[in-house]
C-alpha cells in the first residue's frame, strides 16, 4: 500500500492545518445542511475525508509529545524521570472529549448520497466515513467508558439530543461494531495506496474485537454480554489478513519503527507518512536529547524470555543483572533491538550527555546509523515513518482471541495457531517457540505467573507485551485485562524501578540496589473503579440539565 509522494503532500498538508481543514476544502460552510457548491463529485468527497487522519498521532507533530509510540509513561513498561500521577479530582476540561470528528462523519454520510458518483463509491465513502467514526467512538469508550452515541449530525436546535443521558458502554461498542462490519462489507479492497480500504477495516475490527471481547470477559462488574462474540469478530478479522497473502513479517523486528519510507514494507496495513518540511516528528530527537529520556523498568526488562523460550524464573540460560552484559545474555534478541545492551545511562554515569530514569536507553526508534551518515537530532525535524496498523499486531490480536475463546470452550487452540503467529514473532527473537502440553498449557509456569490467569494467556500476553514494547499499547492492554494493580508500586514496584546499578551518591536505590527514579516510598495507588476510566469533565456537565448530572459521572470522581 504505497503512496506517492504527490498524493502524500496534499495529505500531509490537510494534517498541518488540523481543524483547519474546513477552509482548505473551500465550502461556504461545511456544517450546514444544503452545501451543493462543494459536494458535487467523488474527489469533493475524497478531499472531505483527508481531515481523518488526523486521528492517528504516529510518532506525534513537529515538537509535540502526543505520539503513540514512547511518549505515554502511564504504565509498568516506563518510568517518566517525573512521576506521572492519577488526577485526583474530575477536571473542568479535557481535551480528548471532543465530538468533532463524530460529527465531520455524520455531516459526510448525510452528503454522499446527494454526490454524483456511482453506488460503489457510495458504499466505499460511507464506509469511510462509518470506519473513523468507529474509530472515534473506540478512542472515546476506552479513556470515558459512556458517551453520547450519534448517528446523525445535530443542528443547534436539538438541543434534548445534544443534552441527552450518556449511552452505556454496551450501547455505544455494539454501534462501533456495527460501523467496522459495515466497513469490511463496503470498502474498497483497493484505493488510493496507504488510505483506509478493506484490510484497515480488518485491522481495526481485529483490535476492537479483542479489547472488547476481554473488556468484557474481565470486567465482570459490568455483567456485559457477548464478550465471544467480539473474540470471535478480533479472530476472524485478523485470519483474514494472515492468509490473504498480502502481508508478510519484515525479517528485522526495527524495520517497523526506524525507516524514513514503510512504502516497501509488507509488514505495513497503514502506516503515517512523514516527510521532510511538510510533515515532521521528534522522537528521534528526544532521544537524543540530554534530557533524561523515559527508561524501560525493571518489570519490562525481567519479562523478556530467554532463547530457549523460558521465563528468567525458570531458565538456566539467565545469569542475573549485576551487570548489563549479564542481563542481556542468552535473551529474547528483541530486547537488544529495543533497549541499548552496551551501557547503562543514569545520573554520574552519562554517555554522550545521555541518561535515563532507569539507566535503560530506549534504542528501538533510532535510525540505522550504518545507513546514515548523519542523523538528524533537530526539534521537530525527524521524518521516519510510523506503524499504524501492521502484521505483527494482527498475530498478537489473532492468537490472544484464540486462546480466551478456547479457555471459554468457545474454540480449540491448536499448535498451528501458535505457529502462524506467536512462534512467528519469536523467531524474530531468535527465541524457542511456545509448544502446547496440552489445553491451557505452554509446557510450563512462570512463578511470577498472577493466579487468575491461566499460563497459556500469561505467556501470550508476555509475548504482546515484548513485541509491542513502548508502542503505546499497554496502559489499555493493562486496562481491559482489569490489571490497574500493576501500576501500583505496593503491589507492582518493579514497575518502578530500574537496573540494578552500584551507588554513585547521585541516584536513589532501593534497599537491593535497583535505580528509583522517584523519592521511596513511592505513593501513586491505583484505585478500583475510579482509575480505570477518566473523569468526564465537569464543565461538561454542567450543560446538561441538572435532573441527568448527579448520574453522570464515572465511578469513584
Not at 143 to 168: C, M, N, P
Not at 246 to 273: C, F, H, P, V, W
Not at 335 to 342: L, N, Y
Not at 356 to 368: A, C, E, H, N, Q
Request: proline share 5%; net charge neutral; with cysteine.
Amino acid at each position: 500500500m504505497k503512496l506517492s509522494k504527490t498524493h502524500w503532500a496534499l495529505v500531509l498538508v490537510v494534517l498541518c492545518l488540523g481543524t483547519a481543514c474546513k477552509k482548505y476544502v473551500d465550502v461556504n460552510n461545511p456544517d450546514s445542511e444544503v452545501d451543493p457548491s462543494f459536494w458535487k463529485s467523488e474527489n469533493s468527497v475524497q478531499s472531505y475525508s483527508w481531515e481523518f487522519y488526523n486521528l492517528f498521532p504516529g510518532f506525534g507533530n513537529g515538537s509535540s509529545l502526543n505520539g503513540d509510540f514512547y511518549f505515554p509513561t502511564l504504565t509498568d513498561d516506563q518510568a517518566s524521570p517525573t512521576l506521572v500521577t492519577y488526577q485526583v479530582t474530575a477536571p473542568a476540561s479535557n481535551g480528548d472529549w471532543f465530538y468533532g470528528y463524530i460529527r465531520k462523519a455524520n455531516i459526510m454520510l448525510e452528503r454522499i448520497d446527494g454526490v454524483a458518483m456511482t453506488d460503489e463509491a457510495k458504499k466505499h465513502w460511507k464506509g469511510v466515513a462509518r470506519f473513523f467514526r468507529a474509530f472515534q467512538y473506540f478512542k472515546l469508550v476506552q479513556e470515558f467508558g459512556r458517551v453520547a452515541w450519534y448517528s446523525h449530525s445535530l443542528d443547534i436546535a436539538d438541543s434534548t439530543l445534544i443534552y441527552k443521558q450518556l449511552d452505556t458502554h454496551q450501547l455505544v461498542m455494539d454501534s462501533v461494531l456495527a460501523d467496522l462490519q459495515f466497513a469490511v462489507a463496503n470498502l474498497r479492497q483497493v484505493d488510493q495506496p496507504n488510505t483506509v480500504n478493506k484490510d484497515v477495516a480488518l485491522a481495526l475490527l481485529s483490535r476492537v474485537g479483542l479489547y472488547e471481547g476481554t473488556y468484557r470477559k474481565y470486567h465482570t462488574e459490568l455483567t456485559m454480554p457477548d464478550a465471544d462474540k467480539y473474540l470471535l469478530a478480533a479472530q476472524s478479522a485478523s485470519k483474514t489478513l494472515m492468509t490473504a497473502g498480502t502481508y508478510a513479517l519484515d525479517k528485522s523486528y526495527q524495520t517497523a519503527y526506524n525507516s524514513d519510507n514503510l512504502g516497501t514494507d509488507k509488514e505495513m496495513i497503514l502506516y503515517k507518512r512523514y516527510e521532510p518540511a511538510l510533515l515532521q516528528h521528534s522522537l528521534i530527537a528526544y532521544l537524543y536529547s540530554s534530557t533524561a529520556m523515559n527508561g524501560p523498568t525493571r518489570s519490562a526488562v525481567e519479562s523478556y524470555l530467554c532463547k530457549d523460550g523460558l521465563p528468567i524464573g525458570l531458565s538456566p540460560l539467565y545469569q542475573g543483572d549485576a551487570t548489563i552484559d549479564n542481563v542481556k545474555a542468552n535473551r529474547d534478541l528483541r530486547f537488544g533491538i529495543s533497549v541499548d545492551t552496551t551501557y547503562l545511562y543514569y545520573k554520574s554515569h552519562v554517555k554522550n550527555s545521555l541518561s535515563s530514569s532507569t539507566g535503560y536507553r530506549p534504542i528501538k526508534f533510532l535510525p540505522d546509523s550504518n545507513k546514515l551518515k548523519t542523523i538528524n537530532t533537530t526539534i521537530g525535524a525527524n521524518y521516519t515513518d510510523a506503524p499504524l496498523f501492521w502484521l505483527a499486531e494482527i498475530f498478537l490480536n489473532y492468537a490472544e482471541a484464540s486462546a480466551e475463546l478456547d479457555q471459554m470452550g468457545k474454540y480449540t487452540l491448536t499448535q498451528g495457531d501458535l505457529d502462524n503467529t506467536i512462534n512467528k514473532l519469536r523467531d524474530r527473537g531468535l527465541v524457542a517457540h511456545m509448544t502446547l502440553a496440552g489445553p491451557q498449557n505452554p509446557g510450563f509456569t512462570d512463578p511470577n505467573k498472577d493466579a487468575d490467569v491461566t499460563s497459556l494467556i500469561w505467556e501470550i500476553r508476555r509475548q504482546r507485551r515484548v513485541e509491542l514494547m513502548m508502542d503505546g499499547f499497554r496502559f489499555n492492554d493493562l486496562m481491559r485485562w482489569k490489571k490497574g494493580p500493576y501500576l501500583n508500586y505496593n503491589t507492582n514496584a518493579n514497575a518502578y524501578l530500574g537496573a540494578k546499578v552500584p551507588a554513585n551518591g547521585s541516584i536513589i536505590l532501593n534497599p537491593d540496589g535497583y535505580i528509583s527514579p522517584y523519592a521511596l516510598p513511592v505513593n501513586r495507588p491505583f484505585t478500583d473503579p475510579k482509575n480505570y476510566l477518566s473523569a468526564i469533565p465537569t464543565s461538561q456537565i454542567l450543560l446538561y440539565p441538572t435532573s441527568i448530572q448527579a448520574q453522570m459521572q464515572n465511578p469513584g470522581w
